[in-house]
């Protein structure tokens, strides 16, 4: 398969890269392991998100009518490996663009896709994913957070954990279950609900950075309109399958690997070990030689995903095993960095003896989250194990 692209992709690629490195923060190192998710952090990500969208590149590849400029899967691609590679602050907007945006352009009623689509061009609105339940989460069908039709409004009780950035979020999109008779990925709806609703409590989960990411939602008769429905009723299995496969695609994965290793072996070429530069120690040269060649291979099943896309097929176990290989990846990749770097590699941003701030100790710990977010290791197997090579079910 030939990978390379064509001068205007090349050329998109070179202005992109120049924008960027206009307007990109100022002190912002890229660092964005190092931040908690805490209201000063949200205004860089959040200013940041209002410069993308004067541009009109929040989500560059959506149709003009919504805010995006119709770019193809490649020219996607292109600007999100730069945006990966320099590890831009676009936390305000991932959610709404990786996710919400492309479920609700397939499933979407006109209305729907007018209110929401440009508030998330815009970066007017910032989403959170209500997915995950205490007993739900691999097993997400089996969640129970109810959703009862009361006239022309829906009433939700129940609760979801793990919820990332439900603390800042303007909206979210909810998995309810609408049916508790018919069998369990039948009687499941997908709802876009207002996080200001009244009866919505969040509370903060700290992680192991000590960050508050991620929280858990509790919801108490919240009185929802009918028209926060997506698609049709009991229909929401199928659409959160669509909303999974757009997460799991992964291509900043691959990128990040790849600014990393470039950090790891200029530290690497820069630092002197017993009078030696580690960077000529065979261990430390073997250990670069895997992770170069990792995130190569990172980077490639990122793109046939991509090129999927481009043919207008739908990526299923393809975006399972790059999301698989490209987490894990980046775990190895951490973990190679603190090992060249010694006993400094456990340090912590903090440090005043803290090598590259504390960058690969933040990503090995961020990274270990990353590969259970979106599936767990074990769930992308079996996705790869059935569908791609069409095993029996375990
Ligand atoms: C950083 C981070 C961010 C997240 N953000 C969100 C978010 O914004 N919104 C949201 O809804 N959720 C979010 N999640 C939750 C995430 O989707 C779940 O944690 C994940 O799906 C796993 O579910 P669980 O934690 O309930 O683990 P469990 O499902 O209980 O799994 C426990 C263990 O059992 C294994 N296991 C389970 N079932 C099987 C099986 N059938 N075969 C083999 N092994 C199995 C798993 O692989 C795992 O090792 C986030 C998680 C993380 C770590």
């Not at 499933?107 to 995950?132: D, R, V």
């Amino acid at each position: 398969m030939d990978f390379r692209l064509t001068p205007q992709e090349e050329a998109f690629r070179q202005e992109v890269r120049d924008w960027l490195r206009e307007n990109l923060p100022e002190d912002w190192s890229g660092d964005r392991f190092t931040r908690d998710r805490d209201a000063e952090t949200w205004n860089v990500y959040l200013s940041f998100a209002k410069k993308l969208a004067a541009k009109r590149w929040v989500a560059p590849h959506w149709p003009v009518e919504y805010g995006g400029l119709g770019l193809s899967v490649i020219q996607q691609l292109v600007f999100n490996e730069e945006i990966a590679y320099h590890q831009a602050p676009i936390g305000y907007s991932s959610i709404g663009v990786g996710w919400v945006g492309p479920t609700v352009i397939v499933y979407g009623t006109e209305e729907q896709k007018k209110k929401h689509l440009s508030a998330i061009t815009n970066a007017e609105t910032m989403w959170c994913q209500g997915f995950s339940e205490p007993n739900a989460g691999s097993d997400l069908a089996a969640l129970q957070t109810r959703a009862v039709r009361d006239g022309d409004d829906y009433v939700i009780n129940g609760q979801k954990i793990w919820t990332s950035g439900a603390h800042l979020a303007d909206w979210c999109i909810l998995l309810a279950r609408t049916d508790p008779e018919a069998p369990k990925h039948k009687g499941i709806s997908y709802f876009l609900l207002d996080m200001k609703t009244p009866g919505i409590t969040v509370q903060p989960l700290i992680d192991m950075m000590d960050n508050h990411g991620f929280n858990e939602v509790f919801f108490e008769n919240v009185r929802i309109p009918k028209n926060c429905l997506l698609g049709q009723e009991n229909q929401g299995w199928y659409m959160a399958a669509t909303t999974l496969d757009f997460e799991r695609s992964s291509i900043g994965g691959a990128v990040g690997g790849r600014r990393m290793l470039e950090e790891i072996v200029e530290y690497a070429r820069d630092t002197r070990h017993n009078g030696r530069r580690l960077i000529d120690e065979a261990p430390v040269r073997v250990r670069l030689a895997d992770a170069a060649l990792e995130v190569e291979i990172g980077q490639l099943l990122s793109y046939r995903v991509a090129s999927m896309q481009s043919r207008g097929l739908v990526p299923n176990y393809e975006s399972s095993i790059a999301k698989l290989f490209n987490t894990d990846m980046q775990l190895r990749l951490a973990k190679a960095g603190m090992e060249i770097m010694g006993l400094y590699g456990q340090l912590e941003p903090q440090s005043k003896y803290v090598p590259l701030r504390g960058k690969f100790e933040r990503q090995y710990l961020w990274q270990t989250g990353m590969s259970v977010g979106g599936g767990t290791p074990e769930i992308q197997k079996n996705i790869i194990a059935m569908r791609g090579l069409g095993l029996p079910r375990g």
